[in-house]
């Protein structure tokens, strides 16, 4: 069955970095855009970012852009995220989900991961 | 970038009734084919419910039901399980950046 699984959370210093991944199994991962999504502690859903299933197209949340950088290695059915400038108000869970519609950007996220945590702190 | 306010923020409600969750949008959703409900459980990650606005994702029980256009939007929980009692978000996907409703909590009265 499909599954997502992150990986790479932490406790990381501000103004760090820190990579996550994404290990999709059981579907066709080159065939679906993904997202990242992130929440932090006591809080609601932030969506980050969303690349499309051939990693040709990027979009992102005002919050990140500039320091996230998302991509994909369909390859290694592997998504990431690049964090750079990391902040405290970084802190959350990352989430990674799977647009549930083939070939689609514009469609809800039907298969999420369990989440990492990134704690920034000095 | 569009805003989207849940109301109430908390439900309170017994097992059996009828719960009406409602997300407005800042601006007319272009289609209401963009705006989705998840469900949230404590420790868990976000599980689709709707999609489309009144599509029921795969596995939903048909208790769940999706409404809306435009601006606004009503998930209803025809009647409460034990298990409903969750956080629930609306999401849009039509504009960047996507954006999600501040949840409201269904508690258990």
């Known amino acids: 069955q499909e599954r997502l699984e992150e990986s790479g959370g932490g406790v990381v210093q501000p103004g760090r970095s820190l990579r996550l991944s994404c290990a999709a199994s059981?579907?066709?991962?080159?065939?679906?855009?993904m997202n990242w999504v992130r929440q932090a502690p006591g809080k609601g859903l932030e969506w980050l970012a969303v690349i499309s299933y051939d990693g040709t197209k990027t979009l992102y949340a005002d919050s990140v852009k500039g320091r996230f950088t998302i991509s994909r290695d369909n390859s290694r059915n592997t998504l990431y995220l690049q964090m750079h400038s990391l902040r405290v108000d970084d802190t959350a869970v990352y989430y990674c989900a799977r647009v549930w519609w083939q070939y689609q950007l514009l469609e809800a996220f039907d298969y999420w991961g369990q989440g990492s945590l990134v704690t920034v702190s000095s | 970038e569009i805003v989207l306010t849940q109301s109430p923020d908390t439900l309170s409600l017994s097992p059996g009734e009828r719960a009406t969750l409602s997300c407005r949008a800042s601006?007319?959703?272009?289609?209401?084919?963009?705006l989705a409900w998840y469900q949230q459980r404590p420790g868990q990650a976000p599980r689709l419910l709707i999609y489309?606005?009144?599509s029921r994702a795969s596995g939903i029980p048909d208790r769940f039901s999706g409404s809306g256009s435009g601006t606004d939007f009503t998930l209803t929980i025809s009647r409460l399980e034990p298990e409903d009692f969750a956080v629930y978000y609306c999401q849009q996907y039509v504009n960047s950046p996507w954006t999600f409703g501040q949840g409201t909590r269904v508690e258990i009265k």
């Open positions: 489309a606005a009144s």
């Open positions: 059981g579907f066709t991962f080159s065939t679906h855009a």
């Open positions: 601006q007319r959703l272009s289609s209401s084919s963009y």
